[in-house]
């Protein structure tokens, strides 16, 4: 029986999370992509704290497509996470392919200063 989409982004994000935890040193920077927005946030697992998040609808993110959206976040998310003094971070994909708006939101967070 195959998957359904949702169940087979489940079970990625399973098997990514065993490995990728976020802790005080180097948090997790976590990406969730809808249909028409895109969402980054760097979170401290051992602690339960989100120490910094980005998205396509903050109000100084203008972008005319989805992948310019992503690169902006990317940046957005790299300038706050530097601002908040951290320069490392594991990528935690969420069981999405790494490709298009993904890559773009990784590629340009790491133009910005982030190490991963």
């Known amino acids: 029986m195959a998957l359904s989409k949702l169940q087979r982004r489940t079970r990625i994000k399973r098997r ?3 490995i990728i935890s976020g ?3 180097k948090p997790r920077l976590s990406v ?3 249909n028409k927005e895109i969402y980054a946030q760097i979170v401290d697992d051992v602690n339960g704290v989100t120490l910094a998040s ?10 005319s497509s989805k992948v310019e959206a992503a690169a ?3 940046k957005a998310i790299a300038e706050i996470a530097t601002k908040a003094g951290l320069e490392k971070v ?3 994909r969420n069981g ?5 708006r993904v890559k773009v939101l990784a590629e340009a ?3 910005s200063g982030l190490k991963f």
């Open 16 to 18: 990514i999370r065993k």
């Open 23 to 25: 802790t005080a040193s």
């Open 32 to 34: 969730f992509r809808s």
């Open 54 to 63: 980005a998205s396509s609808r903050d109000k100084g993110i203008k972008a």
């Open 72 to 74: 902006a976040v990317g």
């Open 90 to 92: 594991a990528f935690d």
């Open 96 to 100: 999405y392919l790494y490709h298009g």
């Open 109 to 111: 967070a790491r133009e």
